[in-house]
């Protein structure tokens, strides 16, 4: 008999606003959003799904390599924290950065939707 390896599962990354991120979250989030500054290993993000645009966040994000001004892209990492002037700020540490320039947004916020009516209608 062959002995079964088994791995550990990683946690679902949960998609939400960069404004709902703080340095509490356990677990890996999922953000959209577009480039406003970028150098080598660190970019600014400014959020693109939250639906209250005048409060939409932004977050620096640590990836590998640089990110294109302007340019959306699809941000899944864990929260971080640093301290910068004697206040915690919650960052991104990118464990999958992907563009998404050519994703129609908010079509991708009714697909969502959708797919939460399904899973409440399912499980009664």
Known sequence: MTEEKKTPRKKVSKL??????S???DGPVRV???VVDSSPGAALVQDL???EVDKAGSIWISVEGTLELKKKYL???DVTTKTVKKKKEARL???????IDTLNIEQYKEILEME???LKT???
């Open 122 to 124: 399912m499980s009664g």
């Open 23 to 25: 340095p509490s979250i």
């Open 116 to 118: 939460d009516k399904v």
């Open 32 to 34: 959209l959003g577009i």
């Open 16 to 21: 939400t606003t960069i404004r709902n991120i």
């Open 93 to 99: 540490n990118a464990t999958i950065v992907h563009p």
């Open 49 to 51: 799904y939250d639906s």
């Open 75 to 77: 941000i899944i990492g």
